[in-house]
Every structure is written in C-alpha cells, then in structure tokens.
C-alpha cells in the first residue's frame, strides 16, 4: 500500500492499530513496512498530526507492552508443548520397533 505523505501513513497506521488492537510488528507485516517506521509514525508523527489518535494508539501499545511477557511466556510454553509431544511419539514407535 502506498501513502503520499508521512501524515497520512501515520494516521492510517494508527486507525489500524487501535481497530484491530494491533501490536507494532503486525501492523508492520500487514502494510510491508518496518517496525521502525511504525514506530516512529505512531509515536512520533502521528503525535503532531493527530493528538486523540496518538493518545488512543498510546494506550493500545502501552497494553500490548504490559501484556508483552505473558505472550512470550505462553509462546515458549506451546513450543516445548509440542517438543515434549515429539519426544513422547518417538519413543512410542521406537518401543513398538523392539
């Protein structure tokens, strides 16, 4: 998606940020930008171009910050879910073998 301005991306950004309760890397992902660049649109810009959006995408990314441990944790419990599940069907079929 192309943008004219830097104006304009940043309040789009931010319009989809607040809509989908978007982090800053899937909003990155969803428009092929950097995380940088939304970063900077939504923290920076965007305060000078649209100071009730800033203020509303301040609070979805200040959750998301909040909530950012529990995510990861729950990333690296599902991950040695499966690891352990892995381990358990091998040692199934190896028993089986013998």
Known sequence: MYLSSAKERCVVLGLYIVEN?????????????????????????????????????KSVLEKNKVERHLRGGEATKQKYKCETNKQKDKDKKDKAIY
């Not at 909003?27 to 660049?37: E, N, V």
């Open 21 to 57: 309760n978007a982090t800053v890397r899937a909003t990155a992902t969803r428009f092929g930008i950097s995380k940088s660049t939304v970063h900077k649109d939504v923290t920076q810009t965007l305060k000078n171009t649209n100071r009730s959006l800033y203020l509303d995408v």
